[in-house]
């Protein structure tokens, strides 16, 4: 049974920063493509940041610059570090891995606002 779950969301102030966490099981980890993504509300749901097995990444445009995604393939979990986040960022983060399926996490929310 394959299990994403993320943690590190909250309430944050507009230029703070947060740290999200997403552990996997039920996957050979280290094989497998993995990235965040959010949906606003009333938005559909897109891409923030990739990371590949072989550790090449990449973000989307209103990121660059803020946001790091990286990996622990020993721990099995993805990480995305936050800096300098804005109202705009406010969304349902999600964790995902792909190889030949797509698996997904609950989701956590991130709320910036003053």
């Known amino acids: 049974q394959v299990q994403l779950v993320e943690s590190g969301g909250g309430l944050v102030q507009p230029g703070g920063s947060l740290r999200l966490s997403c552990a996997a099981s039920g996957i050979m980890f280290s094989i497998y493509g993995l990235g965040w993504y959010r949906q606003a509300p009333g938005k559909q749901r897109e891409l923030v940041a990739t990371?590949?097995?072989?550790?090449?990444?990449n973000y989307a445009d209103s990121v660059k610059g803020r946001f790091t995604i990286s990996r622990d393939n020993a721990k099995n979990t993805v990480y995305l570090r936050m800096n300098s986040l804005k109202p705009e960022d406010t969304a349902i983060y999600y964790c995902?891995?792909?190889?030949?399926?797509?698996?997904w996490g609950q989701g956590t929310q991130v709320t910036v606002s003053s």
């Open positions: 990371v590949t097995s072989e550790y090449r990444t």
């Open positions: 995902n891995a792909a190889r030949t399926l797509n698996y």
